[in-house]
Nanobody, 122 residues
Framework: QVQLIESGGGLVQAGGSLRLSCAAA??????MGWFRQAPGKEREFVAA????????KYADSAKGRFTISRDNTINTMYLQMNSLQPEDTAVYYC?????????????????WGQGTQVTVSS
């Protein structure tokens, strides 16, 4: 079992920035990803990062605005979100895939955090 704890969510005005963190309770040199779920919608892929942090992948909605990164020395992954818009409002979840590189398919991820709320006001 891998425990993941997200933090950094909150309320921000359109055009603002937030940095989300995902801390793992133990050493996790696996691929990781961020997903989000807006009210009434299905959970969707946002970004993924390989176990070593070299490879990244973004949803089209995140490209150019969001940056995924990780610091394996402290078992933490980040999502820097800039130029936030109201449509980015959602609960953001981090997840681990027990492999070196993740995919965009949420069903392939093995462990999930509880989520952190991001609300962007217009």
């Amino acid at each position: 079992q891998v425990q993941l704890i997200e933090s950094g969510g909150g309320l921000v005005q359109a055009g603002g920035s937030l940095r989300l963190s995902c801390a793992a309770a133990a050493r996790t040199t696996y691929a990781m990803g961020w997903f989000r779920q807006a009210p009434g919608k299905e959970r969707e892929f946002v970004a993924a990062i390989s176990s070593g942090g070299v490879r990244t992948k973004y949803a089209d909605s995140a490209k150019g605005r969001f940056t995924i990164s990780r610091d394996n020395t402290i078992n933490t992954m980040y999502l820097q979100m800039n130029s936030l818009q109201p449509e980015d409002t959602a609960v953001y979840y981090c997840a681990i895939l027990l492999g070196d590189w993740g995919t965009t398919a949420l069903t392939e991820y093995d462990y999930w955090g509880q989520g952190t709320q991001v609300t962007v006001s217009s």
